[in-house]
Structure formats: structure tokens, C-alpha cells
């Protein structure tokens, strides 16, 4: 097993050394560079003299390779460098803007997994039943729903119609105030994502409740709803886990959608504000922040079924043997 | 069994997760602290550094730090931390006394070593500042005594006085800091009527009223800067009062209802959009051609279809200023004397309706940058509009960065100086300012225009240089470098208590509504 993890691990950080080559060669690629991004709206009164400048400033003008061999060497020193735009520190804008995404990720994949668990199971159990057509009437209704135009109406009907909530921004440090805020961001990131898990539980436990093991237990006379909490449940749990190891990728990149509508100071608002600002290194750090994020979920959804479906343990042990 | 026992191991993990958070979730609400007159201001993008030498056009930097000079209603330059000045007979170096009550929030004095050391970094190549461009006539700064400062000119620069409202910046505190990277960007210790209070983590920035403010003290206690990206928010916000000003796009006004708790003002603005022509190719050499295409766009229907209404026509570049005069009577809609102008000028429609002369077309491209709508807009419309003398003037919205601004066909520009007439004429259709860095981009050049520019900005009578600057524009009508199309209205949401905004011809893009933040004040 350690093998294992051990293997995983040194993969995962031979992706995240591509990765970080590509992406910086990347977005230099850019129509743009950050002496561009400083005159703004006011790029007609930047002078090539200018901009050579202030990238020559900014260490831009050596030669790329230098500029990453030298980026790296810092990154293995944990310095992140300073940011282009603003000269702070880029671990610190970084670091402060992880928080309220995390706490984002986390309250919408709460509400995902409540809403799938319950409408998947019972979409999937009934199926064919009005109630499952219904779930997934409306299911496939969130799926398609753009989350841009779910977050205005959102807004429109809780924020100017009821007045309960606030429309956007994270509140103060006050817990009670900051559910408030966080509300419609998570549920705009759950609806989007939830119509998946809940076709994917819904399949899963409709075609396993037709399967052979399910007719065997029935012959034992086993009740039904003990086979469903049993044995269909936990048999889904494992391509559900699976599942959201890939999906909180996809939902993290919708972040940066749904940070910008609702001023959620996140990862997502930054990384977005990096790239129009060719703000290079805080955009990097970014980029590398996610694809450690998303490896990291990715080798843990792997452990945890490893853990749950002793079948998959098995073949984790062999492949640590070979 | 043992697999049961996992399952429900984890589904119980999740659920308390869950009820945890819904415990969370009935804490009391905290009430805001005493009711204190507060003007929140939303707005687009973030703001990375509050430094008034970094930057263009940010607006909190003017509520933190205050310049020499400042614009008055009219927009004519008056006193601020310099109490008066003189100007040299050769309009070359200028003598200022400051005021010598201004203090920094630290309690240091403001002084004229300040005042030298804020004009020194700005030209200091290593600076990285977009308005170093604005201060290239400066040829040296002094301090000569603790409230006297002399700057020289390498050229007279009317325009001076205006551009002197930058910001000053202690010179105790940033002495030996990197001016780029120092802390003090995000902590700023300034002269103006507000301070810092808080710079939150969410980039919201919280000022508060500066007691030891030389000048009239602000009605205002807070006014508060929150970055909220999305301008549909930013309507949804005004709406439930959470903001009491941001700036809009004219297409959201038929959302805006009566019974909302906030109005639009319209402010008007010196920020033109023009079609600047690259007179470096054969095809608008010919003065007629230009003049021909001047008449045949109409533009009252760019006001309405790509303005909604939010903007007037433009005829010339000073048409907002002191020194500006009528020019309608030249460029109303008139398709026969274009067409009349260019059969002078030897182009004739061909068999597909298209000017030709000595077998070659009438096409060029009409560039405009793809992150402007406005401009992408006016580029179609202008477009269509030529079509019917037989002009293909090819739309073409490339990335901003990628525009050529010396080597495209044809743009749409934009300019506009609300203050002297001198700012956004001498740089732009003098023919000394053709080449890097400077604004002729088109390579405009007419003599008689370059010798009225350069009387116009070296006369000391207002009634001489309002006369050179009539000529000028006559001139430049005749002889044109621009298409001009619009002038833009700047839209401000405000919230229905506030008030003290006044109607000061603002500039690019609705900057500087805060410049008499003073005097507003909030029910």
C-alpha cells in the first residue's frame, strides 16, 4: 500500500513539473504582457520604450528558460515571488484567497452530496416512477441551466424581491453573517453540478438492482430495504466517489464564474484577475495550487475506495508488489 | 458486516459535517455597529495598491492623497497643497509657494522635498508607472526652500497646472523603499481627506475620515471601496441599497425602475471616439476623401444605436472645452456633397458599386479593440454607413494588444482631456509628435495646424489662445484627421440620500466623479 502511495506521489509530481513548464511557457503566449496590463484602458499612451522598461523591471526581457529555471529554484526554496501588479507577496494573496474557496468547495459539495444521495437513491430505486421522472426532469433542467444566468435570477428573487439575503461579497468574519453570504454562491456551484451525481447514482443503483446478486439476496429472503441500505448503497459509493474526484476539478473551474458574479474573494476571482493583469507568478501559483488540489482529491478518492471495496484494495496490493 | 460498519462510518462523518455547519447557521445575525454616514462605492476592478504615482486614473487615490493643484468646477487648475505660483515670462519654469498647514497622517509636515521627491520617482526609470508620458516635458524639479519648489520645462507645457493634481507621496517613509514592492502601497499614509481604516481580505477598502485634513472636513465618516466585478451585480446591489455608487453601462438602464432607490446621473464627459486614418497610405492622402467620408456618417444614429441615447455627437476634439466652437455646420449628414467630393477627388463607383481610381478599390480595414464594445460597435456601424458611397471600410476587432497603433489602416480612437486645450491637441496632430511613444499615430501632419498648436500653447491671453485654438479646429475640419463620431456620457448609479455630486465635464471614462468628495453627504 505505501508503495503504492509512494508511486502515486512521485507521478504526481512529475505532472506538476510539465505542468508547470507548459503553463509557463504558456501564458507568455499571451497576446499582452504586464507592462500592458498597467496602462489599462490607456494602452494607446504605452511607447514600445516603455514597455521595454518596465519588463526589463520586471526581469521579463532574459530568456524564457532562464526566467523558469530561475522561477523554479525559487519555488523549491517555497518563495512564490512577488506579485506584478501589486508587489506583495504572491504566498500571501494566494494563501488569503484559498479560504473563502475552500469554504465555498466545501458547502456546495455538501449540498451536491445531501441533494444526490437522497434524489439519486430514489430516482434510481423508483425507476420509471413519476417521482423518478420528475428528479430527473429537473435534473437534467440544472445540468443545462447556465450558471451566469442561475445566479442573477438567484439574486434577483432572494436578494431584491425577498430581501433576506445579501447579493454578494463574503461579510464580515461573523460565522452567522458569512452563511449568509455564502448561500446562493454554493447553491448556483450545486444545482450546475448536482443533476450529474444524481444520473449517476440514479444508473448506478437501477442497473445493480437488476443484477444477479440483488435476485440472490431477494431469494434469501432478505427484506428490500435492508438490500438497498446494504448492499445497493454501499456498491454505488464507490464510481459516486470516484466521480466527485473529477467533478470538483470541473467545479473549480466554474468557481471562477461564480467568484466573479458574486465578489467572492476566491482562488477563482484571482486566477482570473492574474490572467487579464498578466500577473505571471500569481497566476502560476494558482495554476500549480489547482493541479495539486485536483491530484490531491483525485489520490485520495482512490485511498478512501481502496478502503471501502476491499476488491480494489487487492489489486492496489498486487500493483504495489509488481 | 464489516462493510456496513465503513458505510455508515462515513455517511456519518458527512452528516455531522453537515449539522455542524447548520449549527453554524443559528448564530445570531451581528447588527452593524452606529448607524455612521457611509458612501459605498462598487467598484469594477480590484484595487492592488493605493499609490498615486502608480497609476493613471484610480480614485481613491485623489480621497488619499491630494496634489498641488486641483480642478475646480470648470475644470481650471486652483490651488491645493500649493498656495499660488508664477510662471517664468518663457513659460518655462514655474515657481510654487505651498500651503504649510497640510500635514501626513503621521504628523509630518508636507514639504517641498516631497513634492520633489513624488516628481523624481515618476520620471525615474525604474518606476514602473503608466504616467511617466504625462511629465516628459519635465526637465528638473527643486525644493529650493521648505515650502518652495521650482520646475523647469524642456518646451512651455500649458497643461502643467492640470496634470500637477497627481498625488504627493512622503518622501520620509518611501526614501528607501523599492516605490514598486513596498508595503506602503497597501498601507498608504497620505495628506487627504480620508485615511485608511481597513483593507479587508476580500479587497474591500474601508477610509475613514482624516481629522488632521488641511482642507474643509468631509460630511462623509467612511467611504468605503468594494470590488464587485460583474456589472449586473453591481445594478442588483444599487437596487437593495447594499451600494450607494457605481458606475453603469448604458444598456442596463431599462432595468433601472422609478421606485428603485437610486437615479442615474448622467454625467458628461470630454472622452471622445473617433475614426483616426493612417495618412501614411496613398488612400487618404487626398483631403476631399476624408472630408467626403466625415459627411456620410450620421451621427445622431450612433448616439442612439450604440449609445442609447448616452452621448452626443462630435464634430471636433474641444468641443467640451473653453476653447471649443460649433462645427456642426461642416459635418451634418450630407451623401451627395460626399459623393460629389469624391468624384473631384477621381474615385467613380464601379460595375459592383464600388470606388475605384486607377484600378484600384476603395477598401481598407477599420480597426477596433476587441475588448471595447463601444468601439466594436461604432466600427460596424461606421462601416455600413460608408457602404452606401461605395467605401469598404472592412471591420476588423482584433485584442487590444495586438492593435498597431502606427501601422493599422484606419481605428477607432479614443481621447479627450476635460482640462487644458492644449493636452489633447499638440500631441495629437503635431507633426513633431509622429514616431514611439508619442500620439500623432495616424501622421497627421498640416502646417498651418502645427503652427496654431504651437501659438496656441505658447500665448498667455486666454482671449489669443481661445482665437488660435478657433483656427485650429476650422483648420482641422477642413483638413481632417479624424472621423470624429461621439462624445460618451458617463452613467453613475447613485443612491437617493446621497448628494453633492456635482456636473463637472469628467474625462476617460466617467474618472474623477470623486473629485469634490468634500462636500458630499449622505441622509
Same mark, same amino acid.
Given at each position: 500500500?505505501?508503495?503504492?502511495?509512494?508511486?502515486?506521489?512521485?507521478?504526481?509530481?512529475?505532472?506538476?513539473?510539465?505542468?508547470?513548464?507548459?503553463?509557463?511557457?504558456?501564458?507568455?503566449?499571451?497576446?499582452?504582457?504586464?507592462?500592458?496590463?498597467?496602462?489599462? %484602458?490607456?494602452?494607446?499612451?504605452?511607447?514600445?520604450?516603455?514597455?521595454?522598461?518596465?519588463?526589463?523591471?520586471l526581469g521579463l526581457n532574459e530568456p524564457i528558460f532562464n526566467q523558469y529555471g530561475k522561477w523554479l529554484s525559487q519555488v523549491f526554496h517555497g518563495e512564490w515571488g512577488q506579485s506584478l501588479?501589486?508587489?506583495?507577496?504572491?504566498?500571501?494573496?494566494?494563501?488569503?484567497?484559498?479560504?473563502?474557496?475552500?469554504?465555498?468547495?466545501?458547502?456546495?459539495?455538501?449540498?451536491? !452530496?445531501?441533494?444526490?444521495?437522497?434524489?439519486g437513491i430514489i430516482s434510481g430505486y423508483f425507476r420509471k416512477s413519476f417521482i423518478d421522472q420528475a428528479i430527473t426532469v429537473v435534473s437534467f433542467l440544472f445540468m443545462s441551466i447556465p450558471?451566469?444566468?442561475?445566479?442573477?435570477?438567484?439574486?434577483?428573487?432572494?436578494?431584491?424581491?425577498?430581501?433576506?439575503?445579501?447579493?454578494?461579497?463574503?461579510?464580515?468574519?461573523?460565522?452567522?453573517?458569512?452563511? *449568509?453570504?455564502?448561500?446562493?454562491?454554493?447553491?448556483?456551484?450545486?444545482?450546475?453540478?448536482?443533476?450529474?451525481?444524481?444520473?449517476?447514482?440514479?444508473?448506478?443503483?437501477?442497473?445493480?438492482?437488476?443484477?444477479?446478486?440483488?435476485?440472490?439476496?431477494?431469494?434469501?429472503?432478505?427484506?428490500?430495504?435492508?438490500?438497498?441500505?446494504?448492499?445497493?448503497?454501499?456498491?454505488? !459509493?464507490?464510481?459516486?466517489?470516484?466521480?466527485?474526484?473529477?467533478?470538483?476539478?470541473?467545479?473549480?473551474?466554474?468557481?471562477?464564474?461564480?467568484?466573479?458574479?458574486?465578489?467572492?474573494?476566491?482562488?477563482?476571482?484571482?486566477?482570473?484577475?492574474?490572467?487579464?493583469?498578466?500577473?505571471?507568478?500569481?497566476?502560476?501559483?494558482?495554476?500549480?495550487?489547482?493541479?495539486?488540489?485536483?491530484?490531491?482529491?483525485?489520490?485520495? $478518492?482512490?485511498?478512501?475506495?481502496?478502503?471501502?471495496?476491499?476488491?480494489?484494495?487487492?489489486?492496489?496490493?498486487?500493483?504495489?508488489?509488481? | 458486516?464489516?462493510?456496513?460498519?465503513? !458505510?455508515?462510518?462515513?455517511?456519518?462523518?458527512? !452528516?455531522?459535517?453537515?449539522?455542524?455547519?447548520?449549527?453554524?447557521?443559528?448564530?445570531?445575525?451581528?447588527?452593524?455597529?452606529?448607524?455612521?454616514?457611509?458612501?459605498? &462605492?462598487?467598484?469594477?476592478?480590484?484595487?492592488?495598491?493605493?499609490?498615486?504615482?502608480?497609476?493613471?486614473?484610480?480614485?481613491?487615490?485623489?480621497?488619499?492623497?491630494?496634489?498641488?493643484?486641483?480642478? %475646480?468646477?470648470?475644470?481650471?487648475?486652483?490651488?491645493?497643497?500649493?498656495?499660488?505660483?508664477?510662471?517664468?515670462?518663457?513659460?518655462? /519654469?514655474?515657481?510654487?509657494?505651498l500651503r504649510k498647514d497640510a500635514v501626513w497622517q503621521d504628523g509630518q509636515p508636507v514639504t517641498a522635498k516631497d513634492v520633489a521627491f513624488t516628481f523624481n520617482k515618476i520620471i525615474d526609470?525604474?518606476?514602473? /508607472?503608466?504616467?511617466?508620458?504625462?511629465?516628459?516635458?519635465?526637465?528638473?524639479?527643486?525644493?529650493?526652500?521648505?515650502?518652495?519648489?521650482?520646475?523647469?520645462?524642456?518646451?512651455?507645457?500649458?497643461?502643467?497646472?492640470?496634470?500637477?493634481?497627481?498625488?504627493?507621496?512622503?518622501?520620509?517613509?518611501?526614501?528607501?523603499?523599492?516605490?514598486?514592492?513596498?508595503?506602503?502601497?497597501?498601507?498608504?499614509?497620505?495628506?487627504?481627506?480620508?485615511?485608511?481604516?481597513?483593507?479587508?481580505?476580500?479587497?474591500?477598502?474601508?477610509?475613514?475620515?482624516?481629522?488632521?485634513?488641511?482642507?474643509?472636513?468631509?460630511?462623509?465618516?467612511?467611504?468605503?471601496?468594494?470590488? $464587485?466585478?460583474?456589472?449586473?451585480? *453591481?445594478?442588483?446591489?444599487?437596487?437593495?441599497?447594499?451600494?450607494?455608487?457605481?458606475?453603469?453601462?448604458?444598456?442596463?438602464?431599462?432595468?433601472?425602475?422609478? %421606485?428603485?432607490?437610486?437615479?442615474?446621473?448622467?454625467?458628461?464627459?470630454?472622452?471622445?471616439?473617433?475614426?483616426?486614418?493612417?495618412?501614411?497610405?496613398?488612400?487618404?492622402?487626398?483631403?476631399?476623401? *476624408?472630408?467626403?467620408?466625415?459627411?456620410?456618417?450620421?451621427?445622431?444614429?450612433?448616439?442612439?444605436?450604440?449609445?442609447?441615447?448616452?452621448?452626443?455627437?462630435?464634430?471636433?476634439?474641444?468641443?467640451?472645452?473653453?476653447?471649443?466652437?460649433?462645427?456642426?455646420?461642416?459635418?451634418?449628414?450630407?451623401?451627395?456633397?460626399?459623393?460629389?467630393?469624391?468624384?473631384?477627388?477621381?474615385? =467613380?463607383?464601379?460595375?459592383?458599386?464600388?470606388?475605384?481610381?486607377?484600378?484600384?478599390?476603395?477598401?481598407?480595414?477599420?480597426?477596433?479593440?476587441?475588448?471595447?464594445?463601444?468601439? $466594436?460597435?461604432?466600427?460596424?456601424?461606421?462601416?455600413?454607413?460608408?457602404?452606401?458611397?461605395?467605401?469598404?471600410? =472592412?471591420?476588423?476587432?482584433?485584442?487590444?494588444?495586438?492593435?498597431?497603433?502606427?501601422?493599422?489602416?484606419?481605428?477607432?480612437?479614443?481621447?479627450?482631456?476635460?482640462?487644458?486645450?492644449?493636452?489633447? /491637441?499638440?500631441?495629437?496632430?503635431?507633426?513633431?509628435?509622429?514616431?514611439?511613444?508619442?500620439?500623432?499615430?495616424?501622421?497627421?501632419?498640416?502646417?498651418?495646424?502645427?503652427?496654431?498648436?504651437?501659438?496656441?500653447?505658447?500665448?498667455?491671453?486666454?482671449?489669443?489662445?481661445?482665437?488660435?485654438?478657433?483656427?485650429?479646429?476650422?483648420?482641422?475640419?477642413?483638413?481632417?484627421?479624424?472621423?470624429?463620431?461621439?462624445?460618451?456620457?458617463?452613467? &453613475?448609479?447613485?443612491?437617493?440620500?446621497?448628494?453633492?455630486?456635482?456636473?463637472? /465635464?469628467?474625462?476617460?471614462?466617467?474618472?474623477?466623479?470623486?473629485?469634490?468628495?468634500?462636500?458630499?453627504?449622505?441622509?
Amino acid at each position: 500500500m505505501s508503495q503504492f502511495i509512494l508511486k502515486r506521489i512521485v507521478e504526481s509530481l512529475i505532472v506538476l513539473f510539465i505542468g508547470s513548464m507548459l503553463c509557463f511557457i504558456f501564458i507568455r503566449m499571451l497576446p499582452g504582457d504586464p507592462a500592458a496590463a498597467l496602462y489599462g %484602458d490607456q494602452l494607446q499612451k504605452m511607447s514600445e520604450a516603455d514597455r521595454v522598461r518596465i519588463n526589463e523591471n520586471l526581469g521579463l526581457n532574459e530568456p524564457i528558460f532562464n526566467q523558469y529555471g530561475k522561477w523554479l529554484s525559487q519555488v523549491f526554496h517555497g518563495e512564490w515571488g512577488q506579485s506584478l501588479s501589486s508587489g506583495e507577496n504572491v504566498t500571501t494573496i494566494v494563501v488569503q484567497a484559498l479560504q473563502p474557496t475552500f469554504m465555498l468547495m466545501l458547502s456546495s459539495h455538501l449540498i451536491i !452530496f445531501v441533494l444526490a444521495i437522497v434524489f439519486g437513491i430514489i430516482s434510481g430505486y423508483f425507476r420509471k416512477s413519476f417521482i423518478d421522472q420528475a428528479i430527473t426532469v429537473v435534473s437534467f433542467l440544472f445540468m443545462s441551466i447556465p450558471s451566469f444566468w442561475l445566479a442573477i435570477i438567484l439574486m434577483l428573487f432572494f436578494s431584491v424581491y425577498l430581501r433576506v439575503l445579501p447579493t454578494s461579497g463574503i461579510g464580515n468574519s461573523n460565522w452567522g453573517e458569512f452563511l *449568509r453570504y455564502i448561500i446562493m454562491p454554493s447553491l448556483v456551484i450545486a444545482l450546475s453540478h448536482v443533476g450529474y451525481y444524481i444520473r449517476l447514482l440514479r444508473n448506478h443503483i437501477a442497473t445493480s438492482k437488476e443484477s444477479g446478486f440483488v435476485f440472490a439476496l431477494k431469494a434469501r429472503g432478505i427484506p428490500e430495504h435492508l438490500i438497498l441500505l446494504n448492499h445497493l448503497i454501499p456498491h454505488a !459509493f464507490i464510481p459516486f466517489l470516484s466521480f466527485t474526484g473529477m467533478s470538483i476539478a470541473v467545479s473549480l473551474a466554474s468557481s471562477v464564474l461564480v467568484e466573479t458574479i458574486f465578489s467572492w474573494p476566491g482562488i477563482g476571482r484571482l486566477a482570473l484577475k492574474s490572467a487579464l493583469t498578466h500577473d505571471y507568478p500569481v497566476l502560476l501559483a494558482v495554476i500549480m495550487l489547482s493541479m495539486f488540489f485536483v491530484i490531491t482529491v483525485n489520490l485520495l $478518492v482512490d485511498l478512501i475506495c481502496a478502503w471501502i471495496d476491499p476488491r480494489i484494495r487487492t489489486n492496489f496490493l498486487e500493483e504495489g508488489k509488481k | 458486516m464489516y462493510k456496513n460498519i465503513k !458505510f455508515i462510518f462515513v455517511a456519518i462523518a458527512f !452528516f455531522s459535517v453537515f449539522v455542524l455547519a447548520g449549527c453554524l447557521g443559528d448564530n445570531k445575525e451581528q447588527v452593524d455597529t452606529a448607524e455612521k454616514k457611509q458612501l459605498i &462605492y462598487a467598484v469594477e476592478s480590484e484595487i492592488k495598491k493605493v499609490n498615486p504615482i502608480l497609476d493613471e486614473s484610480q480614485e481613491i487615490d485623489t480621497l488619499l492623497f491630494r496634489g498641488l493643484t486641483k480642478p %475646480d468646477e470648470n475644470n481650471n487648475p486652483q490651488p491645493d497643497l500649493a498656495e499660488s505660483w508664477n510662471i517664468s515670462e518663457d513659460n518655462l /519654469t514655474y515657481t510654487f509657494q505651498l500651503r504649510k498647514d497640510a500635514v501626513w497622517q503621521d504628523g509630518q509636515p508636507v514639504t517641498a522635498k516631497d513634492v520633489a521627491f513624488t516628481f523624481n520617482k515618476i520620471i525615474d526609470p525604474s518606476t514602473n /508607472t503608466p504616467i511617466s508620458g504625462e511629465f516628459n516635458q519635465l526637465k528638473s524639479i527643486e525644493a529650493t526652500e521648505d515650502y518652495e519648489i521650482v520646475i523647469t520645462l524642456h518646451h512651455p507645457y500649458p497643461p502643467l497646472l492640470d496634470k500637477l493634481k497627481v498625488g504627493i507621496v512622503p518622501e520620509h517613509i518611501l526614501r528607501n523603499e523599492n516605490i514598486n514592492e513596498t508595503d506602503f502601497n497597501q498601507n498608504p499614509i497620505g495628506n487627504g481627506p480620508f485615511k485608511l481604516k481597513e483593507w479587508k481580505s476580500d479587497d474591500t477598502i474601508i477610509l475613514e475620515r482624516n481629522s488632521s485634513y488641511y482642507g474643509p472636513a468631509p460630511k462623509l465618516e467612511e467611504v468605503i471601496f468594494k470590488v $464587485v466585478p460583474d456589472a449586473n451585480t *453591481r445594478v442588483l446591489q444599487l437596487k437593495t441599497g447594499e451600494i450607494d455608487l457605481a458606475l453603469l453601462e448604458p444598456n442596463q438602464l431599462a432595468s433601472i425602475h422609478e %421606485d428603485d432607490p437610486f437615479t442615474v446621473h448622467e454625467i458628461s464627459t470630454a472622452d471622445y471616439r473617433a475614426v483616426m486614418y493612417n495618412l501614411r497610405l496613398p488612400l487618404f492622402q487626398d483631403k476631399r476623401v *476624408r472630408q467626403a467620408m466625415n459627411l456620410a456618417v450620421k451621427r445622431e444614429e450612433l448616439v442612439t444605436g450604440v449609445l442609447a441615447g448616452k452621448g452626443e455627437p462630435a464634430y471636433g476634439p474641444l468641443q467640451k472645452s473653453w476653447a471649443g466652437i460649433p462645427q456642426k455646420e461642416w459635418y451634418t449628414y450630407d451623401p451627395e456633397k460626399a459623393q460629389q467630393l469624391l468624384i473631384e477627388a477621381g474615385w =467613380v463607383k464601379g460595375a459592383d458599386g464600388i470606388l475605384t481610381k486607377d484600378g484600384e478599390r476603395f477598401e481598407f480595414e477599420l480597426v477596433s479593440p476587441i475588448q471595447d464594445k463601444v468601439r $466594436v460597435a461604432l466600427a460596424n456601424v461606421v462601416s455600413e454607413q460608408l457602404k452606401p458611397l461605395g467605401i469598404i471600410a =472592412v471591420p476588423k476587432p482584433i485584442d487590444q494588444h495586438a492593435v498597431d497603433y502606427d501601422g493599422e489602416d484606419a481605428l477607432i480612437i479614443g481621447w479627450g482631456s476635460e482640462f487644458d486645450p492644449d493636452d489633447h /491637441t499638440y500631441r495629437l496632430f503635431h507633426s513633431n509628435e509622429i514616431g514611439d511613444g508619442k500620439y500623432n499615430f495616424g501622421a497627421y501632419q498640416n502646417q498651418t495646424v502645427d503652427e496654431l498648436l504651437i501659438k496656441a500653447r505658447t500665448a498667455t491671453n486666454t482671449e489669443d489662445r481661445k482665437n488660435y485654438y478657433r483656427k485650429f479646429q476650422e483648420e482641422l475640419a477642413i483638413d481632417p484627421a479624424y472621423n470624429f463620431l461621439v462624445y460618451l456620457d458617463a452613467l &453613475y448609479g447613485v443612491n437617493k440620500n446621497v448628494s453633492g455630486i456635482s456636473n463637472r /465635464t469628467l474625462g476617460h471614462h466617467g474618472f474623477g466623479i470623486l473629485w469634490n468628495i468634500e462636500e458630499w453627504d449622505k441622509e
